[in-house]
Protein backbone atom coordinates (compact mmCIF):
# COMPACT_ATOMS: atom_id res chain seq x y z
CA UNK A 1 0.00 0.00 0.00
CA UNK A 2 2.74 2.25 0.58
CA UNK A 3 4.49 1.77 -2.57
CA UNK A 4 1.02 2.48 -4.18
CA UNK A 5 0.39 5.71 -2.70
CA UNK A 6 4.52 6.86 -3.36
CA UNK A 7 3.48 5.62 -6.80
CA UNK A 8 0.08 7.86 -6.89
CA UNK A 9 1.90 10.84 -5.27
CA UNK A 10 4.50 11.06 -7.78
CA UNK A 11 2.28 10.64 -10.91
CA UNK A 12 0.12 13.48 -10.01
CA UNK A 13 3.07 15.88 -9.61
CA UNK A 14 4.54 14.54 -12.99
CA UNK A 15 1.18 14.74 -14.86
CA UNK A 16 0.62 18.33 -13.81
CA UNK A 17 4.43 19.33 -14.05
CA UNK A 18 4.00 17.39 -17.69
CA UNK A 19 0.60 19.81 -18.52
CA UNK A 20 2.00 23.31 -17.75
CA UNK A 21 5.30 22.46 -19.40
CA UNK A 22 3.44 21.55 -22.68
CA UNK A 23 1.52 24.93 -22.61
CA UNK A 24 4.94 26.82 -21.99
CA UNK A 25 7.34 24.77 -24.67
CA UNK A 26 4.89 24.34 -27.23
CA UNK A 27 1.89 27.18 -27.06
CA UNK A 28 2.06 28.76 -30.67
CA UNK A 29 0.35 32.22 -29.33
CA UNK A 30 -2.81 33.34 -27.92
CA UNK A 31 -5.93 31.37 -28.42
CA UNK A 32 -8.77 33.21 -30.09
CA UNK A 33 -11.57 33.47 -27.50
CA UNK A 34 -15.02 32.25 -27.52
CA UNK A 35 -16.83 29.18 -27.18
CA UNK A 36 -17.13 26.36 -30.52
CA UNK A 37 -21.00 25.58 -28.80
CA UNK A 38 -22.20 22.04 -28.89
CA UNK A 39 -25.84 22.45 -28.63
CA UNK A 40 -28.91 21.16 -31.92
CA UNK A 41 -30.33 23.62 -32.99
CA UNK A 42 -33.98 23.59 -32.00
CA UNK A 43 -35.98 21.79 -35.01
CA UNK A 44 -39.47 22.33 -36.05
CA UNK A 45 -42.09 19.95 -37.11
CA UNK A 46 -43.07 19.43 -40.82
CA UNK A 47 -44.69 22.28 -42.43
CA UNK A 48 -47.58 22.03 -44.33
CA UNK A 49 -48.29 22.21 -48.05
CA UNK A 50 -50.79 23.87 -50.08
CA UNK A 51 -52.31 27.13 -49.82
CA UNK A 52 -53.70 27.41 -46.73
CA UNK A 53 -51.38 27.24 -43.47
CA UNK A 54 -52.57 24.04 -41.62
CA UNK A 55 -53.93 25.62 -37.66
CA UNK A 56 -52.27 23.81 -34.75
CA UNK A 57 -55.29 22.88 -32.47
CA UNK A 58 -53.40 20.28 -29.50
CA UNK A 59 -49.83 19.27 -29.52
CA UNK A 60 -48.86 16.57 -26.66
CA UNK A 61 -45.94 13.93 -25.66
CA UNK A 62 -46.41 10.30 -25.59
CA UNK A 63 -44.94 10.98 -21.76
CA UNK A 64 -45.43 13.59 -19.78
CA UNK A 65 -42.11 12.44 -18.23
CA UNK A 66 -38.64 10.36 -18.16
CA UNK A 67 -36.23 8.94 -16.12
CA UNK A 68 -33.02 8.37 -17.75
CA UNK A 69 -29.70 7.38 -17.33
CA UNK A 70 -26.42 9.29 -18.85
CA UNK A 71 -25.54 8.22 -22.20
CA UNK A 72 -28.91 6.32 -22.74
CA UNK A 73 -31.51 7.39 -25.73
CA UNK A 74 -35.04 7.20 -25.82
CA UNK A 75 -37.55 8.04 -28.76
CA UNK A 76 -40.47 10.23 -27.22
CA UNK A 77 -43.49 10.18 -29.18
CA UNK A 78 -45.10 13.69 -30.18
CA UNK A 79 -48.93 14.18 -31.69
CA UNK A 80 -49.64 17.13 -33.70
CA UNK A 81 -53.29 17.87 -34.59
CA UNK A 82 -53.83 18.41 -37.41
CA UNK A 83 -51.09 16.53 -38.62
CA UNK A 84 -48.18 18.48 -41.04
CA UNK A 85 -48.80 21.55 -38.76
CA UNK A 86 -45.70 23.49 -37.23
CA UNK A 87 -44.37 23.26 -34.38
CA UNK A 88 -41.24 24.13 -32.12
CA UNK A 89 -39.29 22.02 -29.46
CA UNK A 90 -37.92 24.20 -26.80
CA UNK A 91 -34.94 22.26 -25.36
CA UNK A 92 -33.56 22.25 -21.43
CA UNK A 93 -31.27 24.75 -20.44
CA UNK A 94 -27.92 23.52 -20.70
CA UNK A 95 -26.77 20.69 -21.36
CA UNK A 96 -28.85 17.84 -19.81
CA UNK A 97 -29.73 16.36 -23.23
CA UNK A 98 -29.08 16.74 -27.29
CA UNK A 99 -32.28 15.58 -29.12
CA UNK A 100 -33.62 15.49 -32.93
CA UNK A 101 -36.83 15.38 -34.62
CA UNK A 102 -37.74 12.42 -37.35
CA UNK A 103 -40.01 13.00 -40.14
CA UNK A 104 -42.43 10.70 -38.18
CA UNK A 105 -42.53 13.35 -35.18
CA UNK A 106 -40.78 11.35 -32.71
CA UNK A 107 -38.22 13.20 -30.45
CA UNK A 108 -35.08 11.27 -30.38
CA UNK A 109 -33.07 12.00 -27.16
CA UNK A 110 -29.69 11.02 -25.87
CA UNK A 111 -29.03 11.83 -22.68
CA UNK A 112 -25.71 14.18 -21.86
CA UNK A 113 -25.61 14.90 -18.34
CA UNK A 114 -27.30 14.24 -14.87
CA UNK A 115 -29.85 16.89 -13.76
CA UNK A 116 -33.44 18.01 -14.44
CA UNK A 117 -35.45 20.16 -17.20
CA UNK A 118 -37.89 20.55 -19.34
CA UNK A 119 -38.53 19.43 -22.79
CA UNK A 120 -41.57 21.74 -24.64
CA UNK A 121 -43.22 21.66 -27.68
CA UNK A 122 -45.90 24.29 -28.78
CA UNK A 123 -47.53 25.24 -32.14
CA UNK A 124 -45.51 28.07 -34.04
CA UNK A 125 -48.21 30.26 -34.29
CA UNK A 126 -50.20 29.95 -30.82
CA UNK A 127 -47.36 29.82 -27.91
CA UNK A 128 -50.75 28.66 -25.45
CA UNK A 129 -51.11 25.41 -27.27
CA UNK A 130 -48.27 23.53 -25.86
CA UNK A 131 -46.72 20.84 -23.96
CA UNK A 132 -44.36 19.71 -21.57
CA UNK A 133 -42.08 16.50 -21.07
CA UNK A 134 -40.33 17.07 -18.16
CA UNK A 135 -37.11 15.05 -17.75
CA UNK A 136 -34.24 13.67 -15.40
CA UNK A 137 -31.09 12.46 -15.85
CA UNK A 138 -29.22 10.20 -13.54
CA UNK A 139 -25.93 9.16 -13.53
CA UNK A 140 -25.08 5.39 -14.17
CA UNK A 141 -24.98 2.91 -11.75
CA UNK A 142 -21.56 2.59 -9.65
CA UNK A 143 -20.88 6.32 -10.92
CA UNK A 144 -21.23 9.98 -9.20
CA UNK A 145 -21.93 13.13 -10.74
CA UNK A 146 -18.79 15.28 -10.35
CA UNK A 147 -19.75 19.28 -11.16
CA UNK A 148 -18.14 22.53 -10.41
CA UNK A 149 -19.67 25.35 -11.75
CA UNK A 150 -16.95 27.98 -10.50
CA UNK A 151 -14.39 26.05 -12.50
CA UNK A 152 -16.87 24.74 -15.33
CA UNK A 153 -16.45 21.13 -15.34
CA UNK A 154 -18.33 17.95 -14.76
CA UNK A 155 -17.12 14.10 -15.20
CA UNK A 156 -18.67 11.03 -13.48
CA UNK A 157 -16.40 9.58 -10.99
CA UNK A 158 -16.51 5.37 -9.48
CA UNK A 159 -18.91 5.34 -6.49
CA UNK A 160 -16.03 3.89 -4.70
CA UNK A 161 -13.05 6.33 -5.38
CA UNK A 162 -12.36 8.79 -2.63
CA UNK A 163 -10.87 12.42 -2.55
CA UNK A 164 -7.58 12.42 -2.21
CA UNK A 165 -5.13 15.62 -0.68
CA UNK A 166 -2.59 15.34 -2.96
CA UNK A 167 -1.81 19.20 -3.91
CA UNK A 168 -0.41 20.75 -6.67
CA UNK A 169 -0.41 23.88 -8.86
CA UNK A 170 -3.11 24.18 -10.99
CA UNK A 171 -4.75 21.08 -9.90
CA UNK A 172 -9.55 20.91 -9.16
CA UNK A 173 -9.18 17.60 -7.67
CA UNK A 174 -8.13 13.96 -8.05
CA UNK A 175 -9.62 10.95 -6.78
CA UNK A 176 -8.09 7.41 -6.62
CA UNK A 177 -9.24 4.28 -6.18
CA UNK A 178 -7.29 2.60 -2.60
CA UNK A 179 -7.55 -1.06 -3.52
CA UNK A 180 -5.94 -0.76 -6.84
CA UNK A 181 -4.10 2.51 -7.00
CA UNK A 182 -5.41 3.62 -9.75
CA UNK A 183 -6.38 7.25 -9.86
CA UNK A 184 -7.53 10.56 -12.01
CA UNK A 185 -6.95 14.24 -11.63
CA UNK A 186 -7.55 17.44 -13.16
CA UNK A 187 -5.50 20.59 -13.56
CA UNK A 188 -6.17 23.33 -15.87
CA UNK A 189 -4.20 26.50 -17.01
CA UNK A 190 -4.89 29.76 -18.88
CA UNK A 191 -6.63 28.62 -22.31
CA UNK A 192 -4.23 27.60 -24.56
CA UNK A 193 -4.20 25.72 -28.10
CA UNK A 194 -1.01 24.12 -27.61
CA UNK A 195 -2.20 20.77 -27.07
CA UNK A 196 -4.00 21.06 -30.55
CA UNK A 197 -0.59 21.69 -31.79
CA UNK A 198 1.59 18.64 -30.76
CA UNK A 199 2.37 15.53 -32.10
CA UNK A 200 2.55 12.32 -30.10
CA UNK A 201 6.50 12.11 -30.37
CA UNK A 202 6.47 15.43 -28.72
CA UNK A 203 4.28 14.46 -25.62
CA UNK A 204 6.45 11.65 -25.46
CA UNK A 205 9.35 13.83 -25.48
CA UNK A 206 7.84 16.28 -22.65
CA UNK A 207 6.78 12.80 -20.65
CA UNK A 208 10.53 11.73 -20.72
CA UNK A 209 12.36 15.49 -19.91
CA UNK A 210 10.03 15.77 -16.70
CA UNK A 211 11.21 12.11 -15.17
CA UNK A 212 14.31 12.81 -15.95
CA UNK A 213 14.89 15.82 -13.95
CA UNK A 214 13.77 14.21 -10.60
CA UNK A 215 16.30 11.61 -11.87
CA UNK A 216 13.43 8.46 -12.50
CA UNK A 217 14.54 6.42 -15.32
CA UNK A 218 11.72 5.57 -17.80
CA UNK A 219 11.85 3.03 -20.46
CA UNK A 220 9.43 0.99 -22.97
CA UNK A 221 7.65 4.44 -23.07
CA UNK A 222 4.90 4.46 -25.70
CA UNK A 223 2.28 7.64 -27.12
CA UNK A 224 -0.62 8.21 -29.27
CA UNK A 225 -2.31 10.90 -29.71
CA UNK A 226 -5.87 11.41 -31.50
CA UNK A 227 -8.46 14.48 -31.65
CA UNK A 228 -11.94 13.40 -30.67
CA UNK A 229 -13.27 17.54 -31.05
CA UNK A 230 -12.33 20.84 -32.67
CA UNK A 231 -10.83 21.81 -29.06
CA UNK A 232 -9.86 18.62 -27.64
CA UNK A 233 -7.37 15.63 -27.83
CA UNK A 234 -7.56 12.70 -26.46
CA UNK A 235 -3.47 11.11 -25.70
CA UNK A 236 -2.72 7.42 -24.52
CA UNK A 237 0.94 6.78 -22.52
CA UNK A 238 2.13 3.50 -21.70
CA UNK A 239 5.71 3.37 -19.60
CA UNK A 240 7.82 1.81 -17.09
CA UNK A 241 9.22 3.66 -14.21
CA UNK A 242 12.33 1.99 -12.45
CA UNK A 243 13.95 4.18 -9.71
CA UNK A 244 15.67 2.63 -6.22
CA UNK A 245 15.21 -1.33 -7.86
CA UNK A 246 11.40 -0.83 -8.57
CA UNK A 247 9.85 -1.15 -11.48
CA UNK A 248 6.25 -0.37 -12.20
CA UNK A 249 4.18 -0.08 -15.43
CA UNK A 250 1.79 3.11 -15.77
CA UNK A 251 -0.94 3.33 -17.95
CA UNK A 252 -2.47 6.58 -18.75
CA UNK A 253 -5.42 8.15 -20.69
CA UNK A 254 -5.37 11.74 -20.96
CA UNK A 255 -8.19 14.10 -21.42
CA UNK A 256 -7.15 17.84 -22.59
CA UNK A 257 -10.26 20.55 -23.13
CA UNK A 258 -10.50 24.16 -23.83
CA UNK A 259 -13.40 26.02 -22.24
CA UNK A 260 -13.90 29.65 -22.83
CA UNK A 261 -11.33 30.59 -20.60
CA UNK A 262 -9.08 27.74 -19.31
CA UNK A 263 -7.11 24.67 -20.81
CA UNK A 264 -8.52 21.16 -18.25
CA UNK A 265 -6.30 18.34 -18.36
CA UNK A 266 -7.61 15.40 -16.62
CA UNK A 267 -5.29 12.55 -16.66
CA UNK A 268 -6.60 8.42 -15.82
CA UNK A 269 -3.85 6.52 -14.27
CA UNK A 270 -4.16 2.97 -14.13
CA UNK A 271 -1.32 0.48 -12.03
CA UNK A 272 -4.30 -2.01 -12.25
CA UNK A 273 -5.23 -2.29 -15.55
CA UNK A 274 -7.44 -5.83 -15.27
CA UNK A 275 -10.42 -3.31 -15.57
CA UNK A 276 -10.33 0.09 -17.91
CA UNK A 277 -14.11 0.64 -18.86
CA UNK A 278 -13.88 3.62 -16.61
CA UNK A 279 -11.83 5.22 -19.36
CA UNK A 280 -14.62 5.89 -21.96
CA UNK A 281 -17.36 6.80 -19.10
CA UNK A 282 -14.55 9.61 -18.28
CA UNK A 283 -14.33 10.82 -22.02
CA UNK A 284 -18.05 10.56 -22.80
CA UNK A 285 -19.10 12.70 -19.80
CA UNK A 286 -16.18 15.45 -19.37
CA UNK A 287 -17.18 18.73 -20.32
CA UNK A 288 -15.72 22.12 -19.97
CA UNK A 289 -17.61 25.26 -20.56
Known amino acids: ?28 GKTPGGDTGSGDENPSGDNGSGD ?28 VTPVGGKVEFTAPKGDLINYTVGSDGKVK ?18 AAISDICGIKVN ?7 YQNDTNGVKMLIPQTWSKS ?36 DQY ?18 KCTLQKYD ?5 I ?24 SKRTYCVTLTYVDKTDMSYTQVLKDSFKAW
Open 1 to 28: MKKKIIISILILTMICSLFMLVACDFSG
Open 52 to 79: APIVVESVAFAEKTLTLEIGQEYDLGCT
Open 109 to 126: IKALTSGTGNLKVSASDN
Open 139 to 145: PPENYTQ
Open 165 to 200: NQVAAGLVFSYEDGITGNNVNMSYQVKSNAHLQMTA
Open 204 to 221: KEVLLKQYETIGITVSDA
Open 230 to 234: TDAVF
Open 236 to 259: TMEYTLSSAGREVTIYQEQFIRNS
